[in-house]
């Protein structure tokens, strides 16, 4: 299928003169004194010029966006025509399953008669606002052929809009707006974005997750069981109840320059949901049915569940479905994440959004791992063809257990096949359309539903899958950075939030994150967002000051482990304490180690992580390419950081390397020769793993990590992009190494 993808075309303009705020029934009026006056038209002006346009433009100035679109902010404004304004106004003051009178329309007599002016002036000004933001992007886009569906973010924090492709119909061939309005006319180009004119107001659902669940009727089956289960009252959620004030302090990054913070957490989810159609090809035609099967894949499960064993737990397969460990129940909360994820940002890929900062190389697969409502296990979603320009061709695959997943019997790649047989291919995500051309996938008002091809649940091999070294990324378990549209989320976008300022990086609230707790009120919290990073998925977590904080690690199935953290050595890297307890709770915590200097330099003689500079086949022709310095490094409690990314896009090396068995280097040669994270060298701009300890994490206990600043230096950091859980099976095998990557 031709379909298309929205593209960034363009960053922000960094001299703005006004804030976006947050508004109710009254607005603060942007500062007009920078509107541009060139010969080109700002978006606003095009509206103005468009009689077609007018109903938008008025929706537009009731809440004063009229004015934002008329500054040197840059936006994708997507405009609805008269007609198509007026259909949308009568469908929502018609709609009898408001929830509210009329969705915020003034009643009034003969209502669709009404001109399309006359209506738009019974709105409120919450309804104008709301349809205003999902109408604007804070990137700038324009259409570009391409295949596969992909998402479009809005400035409704959290809610995107889906492009895609007419097949059929009156509107074939033309750009899609989740499958039901089209750009009739695009790319028109103005001073300040891109206007695409469309045939309607782009809908969207606004129902929570559990209610569009219950209305879609593709998941009759898998709904009842979430409603016996009471887990559909969670899903519910929306918004956590706090108003964070730390933006008012007009939070800066280390040079002075105000940073984005927000001032809401919203609540978000994502349920892996199978139809009724995979539960009818599995013998499963009802509830009664579903529940037998459970008490099969459940009942004997504390052979494998570590968190049942260790807790002692007896597993129900009664009746009380509300029961945390009834078999039905345990099945349901194994679907679903904290997260809110759209199909094609579940993991990082590569397309027209994230091209620019693209950092994956050596053809490593995306993988993540994320924990689910099922009490300490994870989930984890490994994506094929990352780099295939068909979104429908990245194959998103739950649990994929490959053995030997990440060790090799190679020296520079991943390892032969034969030592790497599929023991588990994995739950395939549904990423395919629907006959009309919509997407499977559902976003709903506070998360997305996403078609599974076969049954999930957490087994044995579930848990095997996660017998590899684990690279946790910090945006996954911090889920409040995807669950507010942080994480994947581009450097003019939080411009557009920040008032057209920085939009390199975010501040947070002490308070913003469940999972972590701050000590020192003086502890900075950081995210820099999609950038020329030296960093996994090209974003990370970070902070300065005088820091103490505490971070809550994912549960791992219970083990010895290794538990690492990869960090940039230089200047302001900072001296800091490593503890580990069972609680945030500062009595509890142990430390680990002597002090940890992330300002040391690795490229001095004499120094103690015991690291050699990578030389090139020309520099040193007896190289052995670091195998016997990482040795060295690793006894001394260091290793390089790995070769499957590399700073911004200075890698173009996607491909997988071809090993020569009469060369035992030869694909050693080509790592050494890039810019991969484990080959740059020389102080700040090189990245190494500092292993913090080995101990044995016990799948029913907590684990959180505590970072102290030891020395009175504000100017000092700490990095936390990823860490590493590594079984000492893995780094400790006697036959295989642990892959580069």
Same mark, same amino acid.
């Given at each position: 299928m031709n379909s298309k993808i929205f593209k960034n075309i363009g960053f922000k303009a960094l001299v703005m003169g006004f804030v976006v705020t947050t508004f109710s029934s009254c607005y603060e009026e942007p500062d007009t004194s920078q509107i541009f006056n060139a010969d080109q038209l700002t978006i606003e002006e095009i509206l103005c010029q468009h009689e077609e346009l007018s109903a938008f433009n008025a929706i537009l100035a009731k809440c004063s966006y009229d004015k934002k679109i008329s500054t040197y902010l840059e936006y994708t404004c997507f405009a609805p025509i008269n007609d198509g304004v007026s259909q949308y106004l009568d469908s929502l003051y018609n709609d009898e399953n408001k929830?509210? &009178?009329? @969705?915020? $329309?003034k009643e009034t007599p003969n209502f669709t008669s009404l001109s399309v002016l006359d209506k738009v002036a019974l709105m409120s000004d919450s309804l104008c606002e709301d349809i205003s933001k999902y109408h604007l992007s804070g990137d700038v886009f324009q259409q570009i052929n391409v295949d596969g569906a992909t998402?479009? =973010?809005?400035? $409704?924090?959290?809610?995107s809009i889906t492009a895609n492709t007419f097949d059929s119909g009156k509107y074939a061939g033309m750009t899609s707006l989740n499958g039901? %309005? +089209?750009i009739t006319q695009g790319d028109i180009e103005a001073s300040n974005g891109i206007l695409h004119i469309c045939s309607g107001v782009i809908p969207r659902s606004d129902r929570t997750i559990d209610d569009q669940m219950g209305v879609d009727g593709n998941f009759k089956i898998f709904h009842e069981a979430l409603q016996l289960t009471g887990l559909d009252k969670m899903l519910q959620q929306e918004k956590k109840d706090t108003t964070y004030t730390y933006a008012q302090t007009g939070p800066t990054d280390r040079d002075g320059i105000k940073i984005y913070c927000p001032e809401e957490c919203l609540i978000k989810w994502t349920i892996f949901a199978e139809t009724d159609d995979v539960f009818k090809a599995a013998g499963i035609n009802s509830f009664a049915d579903l529940k037998a099967k459970c008490a099969q894949w459940y009942g004997n499960c504390a052979s494998w569940y570590d968190y049942v064993a260790e807790k002692g737990i007896s597993i129900s397969t009664g009746d009380d479905y509300t029961n945390e460990f009834n078999v039905v129940h345990m099945f349901v909360a194994y679907h679903i994440l904290r997260a809110g994820m759209a199909v094609d940002k579940i993991v990082y890929e590569k397309n027209a959004k994230s091209q620019a900062n693209w950092n994956i190389c050596f053809g490593y697969d995306p993988q993540e791992y994320f924990e689910t409502l099922l009490p300490n296990t994870l989930m984890k979603v490994w994506e094929l063809n990352s780099t295939n320009t068909t979104a429908s061709r990245r194959t998103l695959l739950i649990n994929r257990y490959r053995k030997n997943n990440t060790l090799t019997d190679e020296i520079g790649t991943f390892g032969s096949d034969a030592t790497h047989p599929i023991i588990f291919p994995g739950v395939e995500i549904d990423r395919s359309t629907n006959a009309d051309g919509t997407v499977k996938s559902i976003e709903t008002l506070n998360g997305y539903i996403h078609r599974i091809k076969s049954i999930l649940i957490y087994d044995q091999n579930a848990k095997e899958a996660q017998n590899e070294r684990m690279r946790l990324d910090s945006s996954t378990f911090l889920y409040e950075l995807i669950n507010n549209g942080i994480r994947f989320a581009s450097p003019s976008e939080i411009s557009t939030l920040n008032g057209g300022g920085d939009g390199n990086r975010v501040a947070f609230d002490n308070t913003y994150f469940d999972n972590i707790y701050c000590y020192n009120p003086s502890t900075l919290l950081r995210f820099c967002v999609m950038g020329a990073w030296r960093s996994n998925n090209s974003d990370q977590?970070?902070?300065?000051? +005088?820091?103490?904080? +505490? $971070?809550?690690? &994912?549960h %791992? &199935?219970?083990g010895t482990y290794e538990l690492r953290i990869v960090y940039p050595p230089m200047g302001r890297g900072g001296l800091m304490q490593f503890y580990l307890g069972n609680s945030s709770n500062q009595a509890d915590m142990v430390a680990q180690g002597i002090p940890f200097d992330a300002c040391a330099d690795p490229t001095q003689p004499g120094n103690i992580m015991g690291c050699e500079q990578i030389f090139t086949a020309e520099e040193l022709e007896d190289t052995d390419y670091g195998l016997a310095s990482d040795q060295v490094m690793k006894v001394r409690g260091y290793m390089r950081a790995p070769a499957s990314f =590399?700073?911004?896009t200075y890698n173009t090396i996607t491909d997988k390397l071809v090993y020569d068995p009469s060369d035992p280097y030869s694909a050693a040669k080509n790592i050494t020769g890039s810019t991969s994270c484990r080959s740059e060298w020389g102080y700040g701009t090189m990245m190494l793993r500092y292993i913090i300890c080995t101990q044995r994490f016990e799948q029913s206990k907590d684990y959180w990590l505590r970072i102290k600043n030891l %020395? @009175?230096? +504000? @100017?000092l950091g700490w990095s936390f992009d990823f860490i590493e859980l590594c079984p000492v099976t893995i780094s400790n095998n006697q036959t295989m190494s642990e892959d580069w990557y």
């Amino acid at each position: 299928m031709n379909s298309k993808i929205f593209k960034n075309i363009g960053f922000k303009a960094l001299v703005m003169g006004f804030v976006v705020t947050t508004f109710s029934s009254c607005y603060e009026e942007p500062d007009t004194s920078q509107i541009f006056n060139a010969d080109q038209l700002t978006i606003e002006e095009i509206l103005c010029q468009h009689e077609e346009l007018s109903a938008f433009n008025a929706i537009l100035a009731k809440c004063s966006y009229d004015k934002k679109i008329s500054t040197y902010l840059e936006y994708t404004c997507f405009a609805p025509i008269n007609d198509g304004v007026s259909q949308y106004l009568d469908s929502l003051y018609n709609d009898e399953n408001k929830r509210f &009178p009329h @969705n915020g $329309i003034k009643e009034t007599p003969n209502f669709t008669s009404l001109s399309v002016l006359d209506k738009v002036a019974l709105m409120s000004d919450s309804l104008c606002e709301d349809i205003s933001k999902y109408h604007l992007s804070g990137d700038v886009f324009q259409q570009i052929n391409v295949d596969g569906a992909t998402t479009c =973010s809005t400035l $409704i924090t959290g809610r995107s809009i889906t492009a895609n492709t007419f097949d059929s119909g009156k509107y074939a061939g033309m750009t899609s707006l989740n499958g039901r %309005v +089209a750009i009739t006319q695009g790319d028109i180009e103005a001073s300040n974005g891109i206007l695409h004119i469309c045939s309607g107001v782009i809908p969207r659902s606004d129902r929570t997750i559990d209610d569009q669940m219950g209305v879609d009727g593709n998941f009759k089956i898998f709904h009842e069981a979430l409603q016996l289960t009471g887990l559909d009252k969670m899903l519910q959620q929306e918004k956590k109840d706090t108003t964070y004030t730390y933006a008012q302090t007009g939070p800066t990054d280390r040079d002075g320059i105000k940073i984005y913070c927000p001032e809401e957490c919203l609540i978000k989810w994502t349920i892996f949901a199978e139809t009724d159609d995979v539960f009818k090809a599995a013998g499963i035609n009802s509830f009664a049915d579903l529940k037998a099967k459970c008490a099969q894949w459940y009942g004997n499960c504390a052979s494998w569940y570590d968190y049942v064993a260790e807790k002692g737990i007896s597993i129900s397969t009664g009746d009380d479905y509300t029961n945390e460990f009834n078999v039905v129940h345990m099945f349901v909360a194994y679907h679903i994440l904290r997260a809110g994820m759209a199909v094609d940002k579940i993991v990082y890929e590569k397309n027209a959004k994230s091209q620019a900062n693209w950092n994956i190389c050596f053809g490593y697969d995306p993988q993540e791992y994320f924990e689910t409502l099922l009490p300490n296990t994870l989930m984890k979603v490994w994506e094929l063809n990352s780099t295939n320009t068909t979104a429908s061709r990245r194959t998103l695959l739950i649990n994929r257990y490959r053995k030997n997943n990440t060790l090799t019997d190679e020296i520079g790649t991943f390892g032969s096949d034969a030592t790497h047989p599929i023991i588990f291919p994995g739950v395939e995500i549904d990423r395919s359309t629907n006959a009309d051309g919509t997407v499977k996938s559902i976003e709903t008002l506070n998360g997305y539903i996403h078609r599974i091809k076969s049954i999930l649940i957490y087994d044995q091999n579930a848990k095997e899958a996660q017998n590899e070294r684990m690279r946790l990324d910090s945006s996954t378990f911090l889920y409040e950075l995807i669950n507010n549209g942080i994480r994947f989320a581009s450097p003019s976008e939080i411009s557009t939030l920040n008032g057209g300022g920085d939009g390199n990086r975010v501040a947070f609230d002490n308070t913003y994150f469940d999972n972590i707790y701050c000590y020192n009120p003086s502890t900075l919290l950081r995210f820099c967002v999609m950038g020329a990073w030296r960093s996994n998925n090209s974003d990370q977590f970070q902070g300065w000051d +005088a820091y103490d904080f +505490a $971070i809550k690690l &994912p549960h %791992v &199935p219970t083990g010895t482990y290794e538990l690492r953290i990869v960090y940039p050595p230089m200047g302001r890297g900072g001296l800091m304490q490593f503890y580990l307890g069972n609680s945030s709770n500062q009595a509890d915590m142990v430390a680990q180690g002597i002090p940890f200097d992330a300002c040391a330099d690795p490229t001095q003689p004499g120094n103690i992580m015991g690291c050699e500079q990578i030389f090139t086949a020309e520099e040193l022709e007896d190289t052995d390419y670091g195998l016997a310095s990482d040795q060295v490094m690793k006894v001394r409690g260091y290793m390089r950081a790995p070769a499957s990314f =590399s700073r911004g896009t200075y890698n173009t090396i996607t491909d997988k390397l071809v090993y020569d068995p009469s060369d035992p280097y030869s694909a050693a040669k080509n790592i050494t020769g890039s810019t991969s994270c484990r080959s740059e060298w020389g102080y700040g701009t090189m990245m190494l793993r500092y292993i913090i300890c080995t101990q044995r994490f016990e799948q029913s206990k907590d684990y959180w990590l505590r970072i102290k600043n030891l %020395v @009175n230096d +504000a @100017n000092l950091g700490w990095s936390f992009d990823f860490i590493e859980l590594c079984p000492v099976t893995i780094s400790n095998n006697q036959t295989m190494s642990e892959d580069w990557y």
